[in-house]
């Protein structure tokens, strides 16, 4: 997703903590769409590299709100990760409404990042996936994306 978390790594506890939360993100507007569930699927695989002694990804998505991961991410660049993955899951289905930005909020609340760096997260979110539409040769779809965005 992003280069600067190349070299962020997370145990098992800390992933199977980490889904359990983008998976509360993914259920705030219902049930979580299919992008949504397919991002968050991603990250747990991309995390769990094959092992095979860690937990099966759908049974995580039985219990989502009972998830207690503070002080389960002791390192700022853990926490980076886990909200920025939050905001890509919320944006996953097209827009960040309200409620997810607010449910995103109350997870970096709850693992212990202040509001303005997951401020500087969502900014960094949005650049990427502007940066990601900028390749396209529709300009004018690009800039509708922007303004909706911003």
């Given amino acids: 997703m992003f280069s600067q978390f190349t ?15 983008l998976l509360r993100i993914a259920h705030v507007d219902g049930a979580g769409s299919a992008e949504e569930v397919a991002l968050i699927r991603q990250f747990y695989e991309a995390c769990r590299n ?3 002694d860690w937990p099966d990804f759908d049974s995580l998505q039985t219990e989502t709100q009972n ?21 890509m899951v919320a944006y996953a289905d097209g827009e ?3 409620e997810e930005l607010a449910a995103v909020r109350a997870v970096a609340a709850e693992i212990g990042m202040t509001a ?26 690009v800039a509708v994306v922007a303004r909706e965005l911003g």
């Fill in 67 to 87: 998830v207690a991961p503070a002080g389960a991410f002791r390192q700022p660049s853990q926490r980076d990760l886990v909200v920025a993955t939050c905001l």
């Fill in 116 to 141: 303005t760096r997951t401020d500087e997260l969502l900014a960094q979110v949005k650049d990427y996936m502007l940066a990601q539409l900028a390749r396209l040769p529709d300009a004018r779809s």
């Fill in 50 to 52: 094959g092992a095979g």
């Fill in 96 to 98: 960040l409404v309200a």
């Fill in 7 to 21: 070299d962020v790594s997370l145990d098992a506890d800390q992933t199977v903590a980490a889904t359990q939360l």
